[in-house]
């Protein structure tokens, strides 16, 4: 079948394929200059090495790479190039690379230098260990004073660096086999990146205590170096997960839940634009509107009007999002909210209430910002809204709800976000993310308990950056982090990230979650200004509009015997029991169900890239 890479991608530029370099049982991917995918004998060491620039914003640069040499051996293979990053002011930085593989060892190096200067946030090494089989696992750090601590991997997600003053870290591949990593030329620390919902843990260079920006000096050269060292005392083989080439075969799971209310954002800017469109949001007929308002933009009265009449046309539940400016006392600031609310008839079913100032995030080492006790906000919330439910939490990310934990004893539910572009925007990593989410949800339990929990507004385009003064424009469509637009939620990509997503948090035990708004770069219906044709159905309305109908329903867990590949849940309701299932690659992919007894026992699926389908079950 072959399918338009616009309908996948929602753009006609494909990331390109990676080049697969061997040496012996060591194999790695080289993409744009840098290492995804280190596995030895078929099994995944590391999920990447990358050399990074980053900017003041935490913007990554895209360098253009040049001389680009690739010679590739039966035991050893090598790679150099130049990168060159174009940086404000014309300034420049030049890195001359180097990797050589052989079947136990793999050396990175990089000189950058910079003939101007050059200013960034970080400039070196991110090395990234998968989580999956790691997490709670043990591992071996030698520090920079050459101390050698045996420790673990973090399981429940860790706030704040597990590792600092690096040296190396020792970890097992598989019985027999111990693989090190190595870092020379500067202080590497380690940080859990899946409170940003990246799929890895995260050695990098230069500690987040020292300032950023900082300068790197004109025509000094940087150095530094990343080296995998393999110590295998088998030498035996073993097939490699996943890789049969058979059908992904699917089994019934012990776990099971009833599936979550499903919400859609509305903001004042697309208010308009929503109520025009109130005949798809019937068709979608999602649980619940979660209304944004932020008074810091300039949202009042007139904004809360609106959210009134859509409150009324919906005929469902709704929240209002407050991004509390807490410029004066939170009393006042709440109860002036809710004279607002009253001159605009706009009573909604509950508060989910959050200080402006911690929708930025707080690195390790900075000062946190003034805000007055989370306890007062709360306070102010119940006095202002008697008889409605108030939820707290984070109006970003997991990362500053684990690191700004709230104090939960007034709250009547517990909220936050994700965004899958943070760190990488490639395909395989954006899809990789889904990985860290019942590690997040795991994380948010273990704080909470089982207090009622949401999740929300999660779009692949980021709607605010924690990490910087914007997020990042995106005109020409690219596949850029921490970009306000992404063109894969034009695509079926989004369709199958979105149902993927749905899938991963079913263990948190949800009362809603939001993955859309109907309008906007963040919706669910083409703009005018879109690619798609204007009030044109995104693919992603199609997850959205089914999980809405599933709201409610028993699920049953699946296993999957490739989750990277293709997920899946059965799902009864008044209907009668389904099995639903997602493709999450860019490839056909066959699919054996016949042990979750669909009604075609036996029969295998052929899945279509980013497709999902939906099959009755047996009685």
């Known amino acids: 079948m072959t399918i338009d890479a616009f309908q996948l991608y929602g753009t006609h530029i494909v990331d390109p394929p990676p080049v697969r370099l061997r040496a012996g049982k060591l194999e790695a991917d080289l993409a744009n200059g840098n290492l995804r995918t280190i596995r030895y004998d078929g099994t995944e060491v590391l999920r990447g090495i990358s050399y990074l620039v980053r900017d003041r914003d935490w913007g990554t640069y895209s360098p253009e790479i040049a001389d680009l040499r690739i010679e590739q051996g039966d035991n050893r293979f090598e790679v150099a190039y130049l990168a060159r990053c174009e940086g404000p002011d014309d300034t420049k930085l030049i890195i001359d690379v180097r990797i050589v593989g052989s079947p136990d060892r793999l050396d990175f190096e990089a000189e950058a230098i910079a003939p101007t200067g050059f200013e960034t946030n970080r400039c070196g090494f991110c090395i990234l260990h998968p989580i999956v089989g790691l997490a709670g696992s043990p591992a071996t750090v030698e520090y920079v004073d050459g101390q050698i601590v045996a420790t673990w991997f973090p399981d429940v997600i860790e706030p704040w660096q597990p590792f600092k003053d690096m040296r190396a870290i020792t970890h097992a591949v598989i019985p ?52 995998l060292v393999i110590r295998d005392a088998h030498g035996s083989t073993r097939p490699p997960p996943g890789m049969s080439g058979g059908a992904i075969r699917l089994e019934l799971g012990a776990r099971t839940g009833t599936m979550p209310d499903i919400g859609v954002i509305v903001t004042p800017e697309e208010a308009d634009a929503t109520l025009s469109a109130k005949s798809v949001l019937s068709q979608i007929a999602p649980q619940e509107l979660l209304f944004h308002f932020d008074p810091g933009a300039g949202h009042g009265v007139d904004a809360l009007a609106q959210f009134a009449v859509l409150a009324a046309a919906h005929r469902g539940r709704s929240t209002l999002e407050i991004a509390l400016p807490c410029k004066s006392s939170p009393s006042s600031e709440a ?43 709360y306070t102010a919330a119940r006095a202002a809204f008697p008889g409605i439910r108030i939820g707290g939490g984070m109006l970003s990310y997991f990362t500053e709800l684990n690191r700004k934990r709230v104090p939960d004893r007034q709250l009547d539910f517990v909220s936050h976000c994700t965004n899958p572009i943070v760190h990488a925007a490639d395909d395989l990593s954006v899809m990789q993310t889904l990985e860290a989410l019942p590690f997040i949800t795991r994380s948010v339990r273990a704080i909470y308990g089982d207090k009622p929990y949401r999740i929300g507004p999660t779009t692949i385009p980021m709607r605010q950056n924690p990490y910087g003064s914007r997020t990042m424009d995106n005109p020409a469509g690219a596949r850029i982090p921490m970009a306000n ?58 997850t959205v509009r089914k999980l809405s109908r599933l709201a409610g329903a028993s699920w049953q867990e699946c296993v999957s015997s490739s989750p990277s590949e293709v997920l899946a849940f059965t799902a009864r309701d008044a209907a009668g029991a389904r099995l639903h299932v997602v493709n999450l690659t860019g490839e056909e992919r066959m699919v054996d169900c016949g042990a979750c007894r669909p009604a075609d026992a036996g029969k295998e699926l052929l899945l279509a890239p980013f497709a999902t389908a939906a099959l009755p079950l047996a009685d």
Not at 189 to 209: F, G, I
Not at 346 to 355: G, L, N, Q, Y
Not at 511 to 532: D, K, N, V, Y
Request: aromatic fraction near 10%; charge should be negative.
């Open 485 to 542: 637009r992404d063109p894969r939620h034009n695509g079926r990509f989004a369709e199958a990230f979105g149902f993927g997503y749905a899938i991963r948090v079913l263990d948190a035990g949800l009362e809603c979650l939001t993955l859309s708004a109907l309008s906007g770069p963040f919706g669910l219906i083409a703009g005018p200004a879109e690619p798609t044709e204007q009030g044109g159905r995104r693919p992603l309305f199609n």
């Open 176 to 227: 027999g086999v111990q693989a090190e990593c190595r870092m020379e030329g500067d202080t590497f620390e380690m940080e859990d990146q899946r409170n940003w919902s990246d799929a890895s843990y995260k050695t990098y260079v230069r500690p987040l205590a020292l300032p950023w920006p900082y300068e790197i000096v004109a025509n000094r050269p940087v150095r530094q170096k990343a080296s």
């Open 335 to 377: 109860a002036e909210i809710a004279c607002q609310m009253q001159l605009a008839g706009f009573r909604p079913d509950a508060i989910m209430i959050s200080p402006s100032v911690d929708r930025q995030s707080t690195p390790p080492g900075s000062k946190w910002p003034e805000c007055p006790p989370l306890d007062e906000v």
